[in-house]
């Protein structure tokens, strides 16, 4: 990918936790991170780490409780309802159990992101979901309803409706978790070449060794902390 000077994510002292008094759990303690426009940086550390409380405060599913959080330039501390939809129109995210919709077809499921931007006609939606279903390697597929197809042909699914928006950022959490080694390179592979054509930075959660190398920068979180990043 090509860097820019721009800042995608800038976050500082961003602490998160669940419940209140005894019962607070802390999960965030004053993280901070900057991604530039154009990088692929993976964020890795055990379970229970904090990674997709992480993701998911960037994403804007989660409401900001201490610090401060810049994504694609929207400060989110404080942020409403309303703005952080907006910020969710802009992002692509493909979760690690796929959530799409079983009963409907792949083609159904990738056009389902066009609800989020009613400027776009349903014709033009359904060519576009077309068009990224072939470029993934499942124009074939299209019509099958999603419980026909394998886990490594769900989660191309899932990144063709990730990236059908043409997102400005794309958060992946543990893309490969439930893939063999073949299939799970194979869909990071498709996902850092489809982000690099659209010049999309990528910030992926994954344990996955294997996919390491695709990297510009990893990031290890510990206890709710995020170390020096490595190169």
Same mark, same amino acid.
Request: glycine fraction near 10%; charge should be neutral; hydrophobic fraction near 40%.
């Given at each position: 990918?090509? /860097?820019?000077? !721009?800042?995608?994510?800038?976050?500082?002292?961003?602490?998160?936790?669940?419940? !209140?008094?005894?019962?607070?759990?802390?999960?965030?303690?004053?993280?901070?991170?900057?991604?530039?426009?154009?990088?692929?940086?993976?964020?890795?550390?055990?379970?229970?780490?904090?990674?997709?409380? %992480?993701?998911?405060?960037?994403?804007?599913?989660?409401?900001?409780?201490?610090?401060? $959080?810049?994504?694609?330039?929207?400060? /989110?501390?404080?942020?409403?309802?309303?703005? $952080?939809?907006?910020?969710?129109?802009?992002?692509?995210?493909?979760?690690?159990?796929?959530?799409? %919709?079983? *009963?409907?077809?792949?083609?159904?499921?990738?056009? $389902?992101?066009?609800? %989020?931007?009613?400027?776009?006609?349903?014709?033009?939606?359904?060519?576009?979901?077309?068009?990224?279903?072939?470029?993934?390697? /499942?124009?074939?597929?299209?019509? *099958?309803?999603?419980?026909?197809?394998?886990?490594?042909?769900?989660?191309?699914?899932?990144?063709?409706?990730? /990236?059908?928006?043409?997102? !400005?950022?794309?958060?992946?959490?543990?893309?490969?978790?439930? $893939? #063999?080694? +073949?299939?799970?390179?194979?869909?990071?592979?498709?996902?850092?070449?489809?982000?690099?054509?659209?010049?999309?930075?990528?910030?992926?959660? +994954?344990?996955?060794?294997?996919?390491?190398?695709?990297?510009?920068?990893?990031?290890?979180?510990? #206890?709710?902390?995020?170390?020096?990043?490595?190169?």
């Amino acid at each position: 990918m090509i /860097l820019t000077d !721009e800042l995608v994510i800038s976050g500082q002292e961003i602490s998160f936790w669940f419940g !209140e008094g005894e019962l607070r759990k802390q999960i965030l303690f004053e993280v901070d991170l900057q991604i530039q426009g154009g990088e692929i940086v993976l964020l890795t550390g055990p379970s229970g780490s904090g990674k997709t409380t %992480l993701l998911t405060l960037i994403a804007g599913l989660r409401t900001m409780q201490s610090g401060s $959080l810049r994504v694609l330039g929207m400060q /989110l501390s404080g942020a409403s309802s309303s703005l $952080l939809t907006q910020l969710r129109r802009r992002i692509g995210f493909i979760f690690q159990a796929h959530n799409l %919709l079983p *009963y409907l077809s792949a083609l159904q499921n990738v056009q $389902l992101m066009f609800e %989020l931007h009613p400027d776009v006609s349903a014709v033009e939606g359904r060519q576009r979901a077309t068009e990224m279903l072939e470029r993934v390697g /499942l124009g074939h597929r299209k019509d *099958y309803a999603v419980s026909r197809l394998s886990g490594g042909q769900r989660q191309r699914v899932a990144i063709a409706r990730a /990236l059908v928006t043409k997102p !400005e950022l794309v958060l992946a959490d543990e893309p490969t978790a439930a $893939l #063999d080694g +073949t299939s799970g390179r194979e869909v990071v592979n498709l996902l850092r070449s489809l982000a690099v054509d659209q010049g999309s930075p990528i910030l992926m959660v +994954t344990h996955d060794a294997r996919v390491l190398d695709i990297a510009d920068r990893i990031m290890e979180m510990q #206890d709710g902390r995020v170390g020096a990043p490595t190169h």
